[in-house]
């Protein structure tokens, strides 16, 4: 059994569908070896992939940044998402795709004629439950140690995952990073500021991941007439917010209600959390009533 996982799913590897625990790479995949590869989390809600165009379109920008070939077009991405759903009955899921440089000879140089390895998996979606919603959650913070291509959703995580650990060893579940005495990201979600109304986001650029939700909230906040500010944070004022939230494919988006131990702004979610919570739970309603 694999630790976590439950069952055993169909997932595609390669071309085919096949029970997760048959799914092999060779040792000498580039992904094991080198971190070489490129992946994208979509969630699915009533079996629909929410916002995949944009996920699609960041999976072609993460292939062009590390040149590895799309091995598919717009439309052979959408049906392989498709398939993936079918091989799960929940209704919510989140889709998992990695794209690696294949296998060859070791070497760092990209190999001449490798074949990129590709695989997929759609597991059930735990979104976060109510008490995560409604009481928030505690973060830590720690500097931002990663390399300087955040922007590049690349399977090369380890800076991320031992930013991630640092939370869960302090009981909290997200680390905010700071590089340079200015906010990034967290090490797996986009983390937004509130100040006297004004929602406030790091700018786009090489430094953080744009998530998806990041042009989500954008709209979210649009609409809501939610003035909001793309740039340079320093941590003083992270520490100073009425509010802090942080967003994710698997997170949603959390209102963050206490940092390294103290609380942020009142110590509970804001009103500006409670808005654009009402905006994604109605995007995610309208688009799980186009089921059937
Ligand atoms: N991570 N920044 C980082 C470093 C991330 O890893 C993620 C998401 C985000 C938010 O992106 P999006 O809104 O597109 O999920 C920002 C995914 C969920 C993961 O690695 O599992």
Redesign the pocket.
């Known amino acids: 059994m694999i630790p976590g996982m439950s069952g055993d799913p169909q997932v595609y590897l390669n071309g085919e569908f096949t029970p997760l625990s048959q799914a092999k790479v060779s040792v000498l995949d580039r992904g094991f070896i080198f971190g070489d590869g490129i992946?994208?989390?979509v969630?699915v809600y009533g079996r629909k992939p929410f916002r995949m165009g944009?996920?699609l379109a960041?999976l072609r920008r993460s292939l062009e940044a590390v040149r590895i070939a799309n091995p598919h077009d717009q439309a052979g991405w959408e049906d392989l998402v498709g398939k993936l759903i079918a091989t799960s009955d929940a209704p919510d899921q989140?889709v998992?795709l990695q794209v690696t440089r294949g296998v060859a000879r070791r070497d760092h140089a990209f190999p001449a004629d490798a074949v990129p390895t590709v695989f997929g998996m759609a597991t059930p979606f735990a979104w976060p439950g109510a008490e995560l919603r409604e009481q928030g959650v505690r973060a830590v913070s720690m500097p931002d140690e990663r390399w300087l291509h955040?922007e590049i959703?690349s399977t090369s995580?380890l800076g991320?995952v031992l930013a991630r650990q640092f939370a869960v060893d302090r009981d909290a579940v997200e680390t905010v990073m700071f590089r340079d005495g200015f906010l990034s990201?967290?090490?797996?979600?986009?983390v937004w500021v509130v100040k006297n109304g004004v929602l406030v986001a790091p700018e786009r650029n090489h430094l953080?991941?744009?998530?998806?939700?990041?042009g989500?909230i954008q709209e979210m906040a649009a609409a809501r007439g939610i003035p909001l500010e793309m740039r340079k944070i320093a941590q003083a004022e992270v520490e100073a917010a009425d509010e802090l939230m942080l967003?994710?494919?698997?997170?949603e988006i959390l209102p963050i209600v206490s940092l390294d131990g103290k609380p942020v702004g009142a110590g509970r979610p804001g009103p500006v959390y409670a808005q654009l919570r009402q905006s994604y739970d109605e995007a995610i309603a309208a688009l799980a009533r186009r089921v059937g």
């Not at 953080?208 to 990041?214: A, N, T, V």
């Not at 967003?247 to 997170?251: C, F, I, Q, V």
């Open positions: 992946y994208e989390v969630p944009h996920h960041r989140i998992y955040c959703k995580l991320n990201e967290g090490s797996s979600s986009n953080i991941l744009e998530g998806i939700r990041y989500f967003s994710s494919a698997t997170k």
